[in-house]
């Protein structure tokens, strides 16, 4: 079983920044991405941003610029700069791998933004 424990999130107005974090434990055997998801309210869950295990990081074109992801080892974040009232939503954490279990593909509980205006 592989479990994600995200943290970070909070109330910020727009302009400002937050950082995210989400360590990954259990028995992994090797992680091949990591990745941070956001749902708002009403709407479907979609990608904010990933990276490979080789480093290579894909973003939604609305974060752009403004969003970036890194990871170490088992640990992935997400620095939110210029965060707009848009960016509000519940933002998780997924990783996919293989484990002692076999292959997974596991996600956080998830981590609410919100940005005021």
């Known amino acids: 079983q592989v479990q994600l424990v995200e943290s970070g999130g909070g109330l910020v107005q727009a302009g400002g920044s937050l950082r995210l974090s989400c360590a990954a434990s259990?028995?992994?055997?090797?992680?091949?991405?990591m990745g941070w998801y956001r749902q708002a309210p009403g709407k479907q869950r979609e990608l904010v941003a990933k990276?490979?295990?080789?480093?290579r990081t894909n973003y939604a074109d609305s974060v752009k610029g403004r969003f970036t992801i890194s990871r170490n080892m088992v640990t992935v974040y997400l620095q939110m700069n210029s965060l707009k009232p848009e960016d509000t939503a519940v933002y998780y954490c997924?990783?996919?791998?293989?484990?002692?279990?076999?292959?997974?593909?596991?996600w956080g509980q998830g981590t609410q933004v919100t940005v005021s205006s």
């Open positions: 997924n990783a996919d791998g293989a484990g002692a279990g076999g292959a997974f593909s596991s």
């Open positions: 259990g028995r992994i055997f090797s992680i091949t991405a």
């Open positions: 990276i490979s295990s080789g480093g």
